[in-house]
């Protein structure tokens, strides 16, 4: 990976009380220098997250930026992502990136929601792509990965690229850096 090569990182950062969830947007280039910082909110528990995004790729994705990259598939307490909508938007490869392995998230999302509210995040969650798990570099870390608009062997490529420590693309460690900042400000306000 090219050292100027530049990626969108977006992550969240939420109070427990709050009804509003900081998304934080970070422009990294793969030798870890942050470029630009931009913010939207979604609401906790909603269904907004991806109009939220939508904004922010919309009126601020640079042309420079050749991937996304989000932390999470369900901000803002299961508030699910539409990971194809977003890469229809971006024109470019997305990467969906979390830590661990899980059974997924649909035993929470019964938990939490019933009815309509539970049946539209049900749909949205069964829409993204299956996640698959990528080894990092010689750390022998294991991140998993959904990936739209590019292929599986591009995929791990990215995420290896942009993880220069601790196993967190630069993009996404960066970007949570950025929201858990902006919450932090606006409780300060």
Known sequence: MKSGVRALGIAESYQEDASHSTLAGAVVRADGVLEDLDYVSCTVGGTDATDAVVDLLEGRLRPDVRYVFFGAVAPAWYNVLDLSRIAAVADRPVLAVTFEASPGLEPA?????SGRQ????????????????VEIGESE???????????????????DGFTL????????RVASVAARAGDRYVDEG
Do not use: K, Q, W
């Open 109 to 113: 999302l019964r938990d939490a929601f």
């Open 118 to 133: 539970l049946e539209s995040r049900l749909e949205t969650y069964r829409s993204l792509p299956d996640r698959y798990p």
């Open 141 to 159: 870390e294991t991140v998993y990965v959904r990936h739209l608009n590019c292929d599986r062997e591009e995929a791990a490529e990215v995420v």
């Open 165 to 172: 420590a601790g196993g967190r693309p630069e993009p996404i």
